[in-house]
């Protein structure tokens, strides 16, 4: 007896460094694919955070379906297992309403764990976690470095959520988290027919569209969504509290900084955190990607809507 082959969704996939231009690629493609823009940016999950974290408007939200846009609150971390998770859902719901789904985002670890999947980890003994999670940062690495040297070396000193990972893992299971990532579960990648597109524009356009999208969040609308989320009073080793600007805008609220110190320092931030992107996305995804070096809002924006639609079948 003859089976057909089970039918695979298509997935349109836009990734590449903040301030690239993916969110108007995506929503162009949308408008013209029938398609649901689906969230892969960790800032912008967050309710708290919508100027800061340069989500699309609620105009462009109006010109096309947008899912996993400020859909979690602060108070909670995001994992990229929790994305993923909701991603699955929010890209079975589009496909099914004859709509071609459509990611967009920067946020590396939450594609690789949607598409590849992610280690089967056991549950952390919860004392374990809370005697991690209570260490300082520089403290934590240090002990990391003991007991999971290679994990240690490889991840900075200052990257309070990983190295506390690490650390909890190794002392709950025993074993290094890097052994558990050797088998992964979960991932999407075999079951969707993917169409991706990764932008890296010339740096110095994209540094310049940072430093401009940095002053847009110190507006006076930003500044008043810092103020909201700081009197919350959160853990400040959550994602939300530790979201580029945040810390910068919150230091000149209280006077710390002055308005051009701030906005010096966050464009800093905003290019450094666009640097280490560009250097992930350039290495990272698989070779036969399409890698689009033109800038897509300029003169390339036609040339990368083409490309996506001929890849998506569109």
């Not at 071609?100 to 089967?120: E, F, H, K, N, S």
């Not at 980890?121 to 976690?129: E, F, K, L, S, Y």
């Not at 500044?223 to 994602?239: C, G, H, Q, S």
């Not at 996506?308 to 569109?314: F, P, S």
């Amino acid at each position: 007896m003859n089976m057909d082959p089970p039918r695979r969704p298509k997935l349109a996939l836009i990734a590449g460094p903040t301030a690239s231009g993916k969110s108007a690629l995506a929503l162009a493609l949308a408008e013209r694919a029938n398609g649901t823009v689906i969230n892969a940016d960790s800032a912008q999950v967050y309710r708290d955070l919508s100027i800061v974290s340069a989500r699309p408007s609620l105009a462009d939200e109006e010109r096309a379906p947008h899912r996993l846009y400020g859909y979690r609150d602060g108070a909670e971390a995001c994992s990229a297992a929790d994305w993923a998770a909701d991603a699955k859902v929010a890209i079975a719901k589009a496909d099914a309403e004859g709509r071609l789904p459509i990611l967009v985002g920067g946020t590396g670890l939450y594609l690789r764990t949607l598409l590849d999947g992610i280690a089967p980890v056991p549950a952390i003994d919860q004392a374990i976690r809370a005697d991690v999670r209570a260490l300082p940062v520089d403290e934590a690495h240090r002990r990391l470095a003991r007991e999971d040297p290679e994990a240690a070396a490889r991840l900075r000193p200052t990257d309070t959520t990983r190295v506390a990972r690490a650390l909890e893992v190794v002392r709950s299971t025993g074993k290094p988290l890097t052994e558990w990532q050797k088998v992964k579960s979960g991932g999407i990648k075999d079951s969707v027919t993917l169409a991706p597109l990764i932008l890296l524009p010339q740096r110095e356009w994209l540094y310049d569209r940072c430093d401009e999208r940095f002053s847009q969040m110190m507006s006076e609308a930003g500044l008043r969504e810092v103020e909201r989320l700081l009197a919350r009073k959160l853990n400040p080793d959550l994602p939300v509290m530790r979201a580029i600007g945040v810390r910068e805008m919150a230091a000149f609220l209280s006077g710390a900084l002055s308005r051009e110190e701030a906005l010096m320092v966050g464009r800093t931030a905003t290019r450094q955190y666009a640097k280490r992107q560009y250097t992930w996305f350039s290495r990272q995804p698989p070779l036969d990607w399409p890698r689009f070096k033109e800038s897509p809002i300029c003169d390339g924006f036609e040339h990368a809507l083409a490309l996506l639609r001929t890849e998506a079948g569109a």
